[in-house]
């Protein structure tokens, strides 16, 4: 696969910390199934420490975009790197795009920690389970210290008393945390977040929400697939809105917000008050 050269653009407005190393960089991302263009030229530049939010209208590309990242789908052309390292790509013999060395996607995909709408927790394990599975079988963590760790993270997010419980008697809420802590197990350099919330009943939002702003305040890299504006407009430094797979608008989120360019974005506020 050609990934497609561009010049590099400027870092986005509003980095925690203009100076640090990047953590993500995507440049002209575009992503295709079959006749229909999802993703039509997307770039991204995510440094240590910020918070990047991804926000838009169902099917404007969002989900497909983080997914993107991780390669949980593959880019039709584009260029992905993480920690300064791009994911390298090819051309199969049909001349669709594939990884050139999955041994590298895999590497990679444990400095990435993905939370999902859905939770996708292991039914078939406990809460500790979960969060000890990869780090033990595939990252060859010794046991204790996997366990250690798990226990610390369950701690963290309010979830001690159910490190012994399977997921189906969790609630919502719970599960999401659960799947957090899990995400942070792997001890990832960057945390990429499909719309946490979307799945969960009114009343669970705010747990959730709670356990990712203290990640914010701790100044953990971000990506964040959501619908909740104020929660986006009080923990990003970065935002991005797309509209049917390009960039609409970007910028600081307190500008965004306040005084947004695009007729498009003023509408798509509107429509979420």
Same mark, same amino acid.
Not at 116 to 125: D, E, I, P
């Given at each position: ?6 010049? +590099? ?22 992503? /295709?199934?079959?006749?229909?263009? +999802? &993703?039509?030229?997307?770039? $991204? ?7 990047? %939010?991804?926000?838009? /209208? %169902? ?5 497909? *975009? ?9 880019? @039709?052309?584009?260029? +992905? ?20 060395? =999955? ?10 920690? $993905?939370?999902?709408? %859905?939770?996708?927790? =292991? ?11 990869? !780090?033990?079988?595939?990252?060859? @963590?010794?046991?204790?210290?996997? &366990? ?22 969790? /609630?919502?809420? #719970? ?11 792997? #001890?990832?350099?960057? $945390? ?9 009943? !009114? ?8 356990? &990712? ?12 697939? @959501?619908?909740?504006?104020? *929660? ?5 430094? #970065? ?17 965004? *917000?306040?005084?947004?360019? /695009? ?7 509107? %429509?979420?008050?």
């Amino acid at each position: 696969m050609t990934m497609v050269e561009t010049a +590099v653009a400027p870092d986005m407005p509003g980095s925690a910390i203009p100076d640090a190393p990047v953590a993500v960089e995507v440049r002209d991302l575009h992503k /295709s199934f079959g006749q229909l263009d +999802v &993703i039509k030229g997307v770039s $991204m530049t995510a440094r240590e420490g910020d918070v990047v %939010s991804i926000i838009g /209208s %169902s099917g404007s590309g969002k989900s497909t *975009f983080l997914r993107c990242i991780n390669l949980l789908e593959i880019p @039709t052309s584009g260029r +992905v790197s993480v920690g300064g390292e791009e994911i390298r790509m090819k051309r199969d013999r049909h001349g669709q795009p594939v990884p050139a060395d =999955w041994r590298q996607v895999e590497r990679i995909r444990t400095s990435l920690g $993905m939370v999902f709408q %859905s939770f996708n927790l =292991w039914s078939h394990l406990t809460v500790l389970q979960n969060l000890i599975e990869v !780090p033990v079988h595939v990252l060859k @963590t010794p046991r204790a210290e996997a &366990i250690e760790r798990a226990e610390a993270l369950l701690a963290r997010v309010g979830l001690a008393d159910k490190r012994h419980v399977y997921p189906a008697f969790l /609630s919502g809420g #719970q599960q999401q945390r659960a799947a957090i802590a899990r995400a942070l197990a792997i #001890q990832p350099k960057v $945390m990429l977040f499909d719309e946490p919330t979307s799945a969960l009943d !009114p009343e669970l939002v705010g747990e959730v929400l709670k356990v &990712i702003r203290d990640l914010a305040d701790e100044r953990r890299t971000m990506i964040l697939v @959501t619908h909740e504006m104020k *929660f986006a407009r009080e923990v990003s430094d #970065q935002v991005i809105f797309l509209h049917k797979g390009l960039v609409e608008e970007e910028g600081h989120p307190g500008e965004m *917000f306040r005084n947004p360019r /695009s007729e498009r974005l003023r509408q798509f506020l509107a %429509s979420t008050q």
